[in-house]
T-cell receptor, first 114, second 112 residues
Framework: NAGVMQNPRHLVRRRGQEARLRCSPM?????VYWYRQLPEEGLKFMVY????????ESGMPKERFSAEFPKEGPSILRIQQVVRGDSAAYFC????????????FGPGTRLTVT | DQQVKQNSPSLSVQEGRISILNCDYT??????FLWYKKYPAEGPTFLIS?????DKNEDGRFTVFLNKSAKHLSLHIVPSQPGDSAVYFC???????????FGQGTRLTINP
């Protein structure tokens, strides 16, 4: 049973470009969470999605960031017009049910904005 | 507003000894607590958890203690092994909540 997959593992973008991060949850999991880890900090919750629905986006910055989890395909975290402060590791987690403590994490995407 | 705090950024322990990692929280609505272990360039891996109705949970070399009155939990690793060298994150969840709230992490180094 494959774990949570994230791609790309490393992404370099120049200021003003768009970044697209993909997450494929574990087989059978329909709940996806995105977290961001800034250097030397813990993980910070961004958004929680179920198939075709955003359930909780309380941790998402108000502008430039969006997330989706379509009926088919991976979940996408999109960052428009990236700035240097967006440089971080972005982790996706998935769960089978609506239980926060059964989250399995992917390896992360390291975004570097130059 | 840091609701989960790990006040020790790093900890160094000799192989074979006990490692004790600490975590404090401020939100009394948290009812489930977890420890994750993270190696460089990898995602966090679940280690052990405890519900607020318990004060201790043990799994092999790992034991988590919860002191609700002090809003404090700790992770004990005994005996410590070189493979335990990693960053350890404490996390908490509120009843019915889907998101995890993480501490800043403690880097544990086990010296041979």
């Amino acid at each position: 049973n494959a774990g949570v997959m994230q791609n790309p593992r490393h992404l370099v973008r120049r200021r003003g470009q768009e970044a697209r991060l993909r997450c494929s949850p574990m087989k059978g999991h329909s709940h996806v969470y995105w977290y961001r880890q800034l250097p030397e900090e813990g993980l910070k919750f961004m958004v929680y999605l179920q198939k075709e629905n955003i359930i909780d986006e309380s941790g998402m910055p108000k502008e430039r960031f969006s997330a989706e989890f379509p009926k088919e395909g991976p979940s996408i975290l999109r960052i428009q017009q990236v700035v240097r402060g967006d440089s971080a590791a972005y982790f996706c987690a998935s769960s089978f049910g609506r239980v926060a403590y059964e989250q399995y994490f992917g390896p992360g995407t390291r975004l570097t904005v130059t | 507003d840091q609701q989960v705090k790990q006040n020790s950024p790093s900890l160094s322990v000799q192989e074979g000894r006990i490692s004790i990692l600490n975590c404090d929280y401020t939100n009394s609505m948290f009812d489930y607590f977890l420890w994750y272990k993270k190696y460089p360039a990898e995602g966090p891996t679940f280690l052990i958890s405890i519900s607020s109705i318990k004060d201790k949970n043990e799994d092999g070399r790992f034991t988590v203690f919860l002191n609700k009155s002090a809003k404090h939990l700790s992770l004990h690793i005994v005996p410590s092994q070189p493979g335990d060298s990693a960053v350890y994150f404490c996390a908490a969840s509120g009843k019915g909540a889907q998101k995890l709230v993480f501490g800043q992490g403690t880097r544990l180094t086990i010296n041979p």
